[in-house]
């Protein structure tokens, strides 16, 4: 064999920093060890896999080709090294869910796979749903959880929960005392949302087609409490999903407002690479997630 799994790794990390030298750092190498690992590997390949630019290595459509079966062969090689220490226990995960998600339901999941196999780490990286997507695309991610949709031919959509967002306001607002909203209401109300690429702003676009355009947006805003704290303090009106709300609701701190004729059903998702190996932690952690789905109030 002509090549190491230590010169794979090299490949990978300055296919992720773009700079020899943070490669180096990221796996505890020397800058020259790691060269020299890059150098070996594309020498007796009689190959190249970056394009070299000053001082930046900008992956070349070779290096692109090879690069998620690389992922996937030093995946399959730690896999098996964890499972002859282990004995096919599951290891550490690395998740990444959208801000509904992980705020209110990513959290009970990594409990449960923690108490269920103690010692095993599980990091939680949360952002909305176009950054979750890019990150298991790029292997930082193990499994994704997200609210919206993508077209990543790469990547597998496993359908997960059911899920509706609802409008709402502050029990102050004028049209909490309508029992139906028009589109005349909708178009004259202030709204505060979510921003462009998250899936909560993906579904409400789709939900209000055809009165987009005429809507009075007043702010954008990543985080789902700082939107029921402006809904709250009367700057306008929202969208969010039902369960951001469910306690605001049972306090009557806010007001859910019934709109006619507009589907605010949608679907979250289980996100992973088709080419990953499927760990004995992610096929756990899928199962997991399968069975609340199936057991779920």
Not at 198 to 219: C, E, H, I, K, Y
Request: glycine share 6%.
């Amino acid at each position: 064999m002509k090549y190491s799994l230590r010169q794979l790794e090299v490949f990978l990390a300055v296919a992720h920093h773009s700079n020899i030298t943070r490669a180096a750092a990221s796996l505890s190498m020397s800058q020259s060890a790691a060269s020299s690992a890059l150098r070996d590997l594309e020498d007796h390949f009689d190959i190249q896999l970056f394009d070299r630019v000053g001082k930046r290595l900008q992956i070349n459509e070779l290096g692109r080709l090879v690069r998620p079966r690389v992922e996937s062969l030093l995946e399959r090689a730690r896999s098996l090294e964890n499972e002859l220490r282990q004995h096919q226990t599951p290891g550490h995960l690395k998740l990444g869910a959208t801000l509904t998600i992980g705020n209110y339901l990513a959290v009970e999941l990594m409990a449960t796979y923690m108490s269920n196999h103690p010692g095993r780490k599980v990091t939680l990286d949360v952002a909305n749903t176009s950054a979750i997507v890019e990150k298991v695309a790029n292997y930082e991610l193990d499994i994704g959880l997200i609210e919206g949709e993508s077209n990543d031919a790469n990547l597998e959509f496993i359908p997960w929960l059911e899920d509706e967002l609802v409008v709402f306001c502050s029990p102050a607002h004028p049209l909490a005392q309508k029992s139906v909203l028009s589109d005349q209401d909708l178009q004259s109300a202030g709204w505060i949302l979510r921003e462009q690429g998250s899936g909560t702003r993906q579904t409400f676009d789709w939900a209000m087609r055809g009165l987009l355009p005429s809507l009075n947006v007043l702010l954008e805003l990543q985080h789902t409490e700082a939107i029921k704290r402006s809904v709250k303090a009367g700057v306008g009106i929202s969208c969010l999903s039902r369960i951001t709300l469910r306690e605001s609701f049972e306090n009557n701190s806010l007001v859910e407002l019934n709109v006619a004729g507009r589907d605010m059903h949608r679907q979250f998702y289980l996100v992973l690479h088709k080419q990953k190996f499927r760990s004995a932690g992610i096929r756990y952690w899928l199962q997991m997630c399968m069975n609340r789905n199936q057991f779920r109030e």
